[in-house]
């Protein structure tokens, strides 16, 4: 798994010393990590507004001039429900705000140098565990698994199943939506339609008819799955 970081923080020397301790850091834990650096929040919600960045991780400082990092969570917060965010500032004064947008975790900028390995772990750990859900499929003679967070939804078209996912990826297979549906009934999945199977979580607006999930992808709810669609909603936003 390689992990996508997004570093922003409009001081230089803190950028460059959370890129290099992220990397110093992956390579002692043999892994591999994808590192982009902002010195503004601005450009960064500005990305994921346009659908161009998927990271799963941001270390975000609070207090920036042009987009302060509370603002900008807000603004990946409409668009992704999962991404995980940690608050790096400067006073304690603004750790509360992070509840907001449900932060994963804050540093103090004072104590960078001697916390930062110990968040990081805890990031790293919860990004890495083994216990993540999986949907497991066949397709011709390749076995796929997918982590279930990484899947938008199931579209079904005759014998035939296309997983569509946030990276943009799809798997077209021969299948059931039904045994899809069944397999994942506890994981906030939800059959809005004959032909669709959607991940309710990732539902970023839902009417009666329609449902706008993370991207931008509209997809179609029938009338009288509308209701469970909607139950389905509200219980992945708990």
Request: charged letters at 25%.
């Amino acid at each position: 798994m390689i992990l996508n970081i997004a570093v922003c923080d409009d001081e230089k020397p803190v950028c460059e010393y959370l890129r290099d301790r992220i990397t110093e850091l992956l390579s002692r834990w043999d892994a591999d990590g994808n590192i982009t650096v902002f010195n503004d929040g601005e450009p960064l919600a500005a990305l994921y507004e346009s659908s161009k960045a998927s990271f799963d991780l941001i270390f975000l400082d609070i207090t920036m001039n042009r987009c302060d990092g509370l603002s900008a969570a807000r603004r990946i917060r409409a668009v992704d429900k999962n991404v995980m965010i940690v608050f790096v500032t400067a006073s304690a004064e603004y750790v509360f705000s992070g509840y907001e947008v449900r932060a994963f975790r804050y540093i103090l900028k004072p104590e960078l140098m001697n916390g930062f390995a110990s968040v990081f772990r805890e990031c790293f750990n919860e990004l890495t565990r083994s216990d993540v859900a999986r949907y497991v499929f066949q397709n011709g003679s390749e076995t796929t698994s997918l982590p279930v967070r990484e899947i938008l939804y199931f579209e079904s078209n005759k014998r035939k199943i296309t997983l569509h996912t946030l990276s943009g990826e799809e798997y077209t297979f021969y299948g059931k939506l039904d045994d899809a549906e069944l397999t994942l009934k506890k994981q906030d999945f939800v059959r809005c339609h004959q032909s669709f199977l959607i991940n309710a979580a990732k539902i970023l607006t839902l009417s009666p008819s329609e449902a706008v999930l993370e991207g931008g992808v509209n997809v179609p709810v029938s009338k009288h799955r509308a209701k469970d669609t909607n139950e389905a909603f509200l219980w992945a936003m708990r």
